[in-house]
């Protein structure tokens, strides 16, 4: 069984600021990282994903991500964040195959909310 | 075409009224899914199909049931709901059930039980 959790359930941060999401995971077998964004009123949208190879993940609209192993951690950063950008930020985890009863779901963290001002 | 479309945008339902909802997409995928979103919390995952066979039920209650017509489509047909089923309904699909693939989200029915 896979569980993430999102160590800030609110982020007020100003215009052109940089940002940093945090996520960490607890996992009994390999799993793939997600981050994702819900706009008001929409579904989700995929922001970057971490499959294998490079632990610096670029995604859309300027998020990048880095994977740690050893502190099972996949935060999420912007250089300079918009008025855009704010939305609410889910990090994900996925089994690798072999990953049991577990593949093929997607389990979310509880969401950050980011709310950029002015 | 990268959009998963869903209808109703918005649906009213009493306890005793039978209704459905309607995911569509057009992306080739062979996995759909659907998912419960509570106001404030995360999408919680009901129902996975895998070309077109139920793959995966997280023991929901009878009274959601799923329907794959094809590879395309998928319709939750609602029952007897319970006001406490309120709530965001959004379909997703992705290319296949590996863990690895992306899921496209719908915008998803907001649904209201009276």
């Known amino acids: 069984a896979q569980s993430v959790t999102q160590l800030d359930s609110q982020v007020p941060v100003f215009e052109e600021a940089p940002v940093e999401l945090r996520c960490n995971y607890s996992?009994?077998?390999?799993?793939?990282l997600f981050w994702y964004v819900q706009y008001p009123n929409q579904g989700l949208q995929l922001l970057l994903k971490?499959?294998?190879?490079?632990?610096l993940v670029k995604g859309i609209n300027g998020f990048e991500a880095e994977f740690n192993k050893s502190q099972t951690s996949f935060h999420l950063r912007k250089p300079s964040v918009h008025i855009s950008d704010t939305a609410e930020y889910f990090c994900?985890?996925?089994?690798?195959?072999?990953?049991?009863?577990?593949?093929?779901?997607?389990?979310f963290g509880q969401g950050t909310i980011l709310t950029v001002h002015p | 075409d990268t959009e998963v479309t869903q209808t109703p945008k918005h649906l009213v339902m009493g306890m005793t009224n039978k209704k459905s909802l309607k995911c569509e997409q057009h992306?080739?995928?062979?996995?759909m899914y659907w998912y419960k979103q509570k106001a404030k919390k995360p999408p919680e995952l009901m129902f996975v199909y895998s070309y077109e066979k139920l793959s995966i039920n997280e023991s929901v209650p009878s009274r959601f049931s799923p329907e794959c017509p094809n590879s395309s489509l998928l319709n939750l047909h609602l029952h007897a709901l319970q006001p406490e089923d309120s709530a965001l309904y959004l379909c997703?699909?992705?290319?296949?059930?590996?863990?690895?693939?992306?899921?496209?989200f719908g915008p998803g029915t907001r649904l209201t039980v009276l």
């Open positions: 971490y499959l294998s190879g490079s632990t």
């Open positions: 994900a985890v996925s089994a690798r195959p072999g990953g049991g009863t577990s593949y093929g779901k997607l389990t």
């Open positions: 997703a699909s992705s290319p296949g059930l590996a863990g690895a693939s992306t899921q496209y």
């Open positions: 992306m080739g995928h062979r996995a």
């Open positions: 996992s009994s077998v390999s799993v793939y």
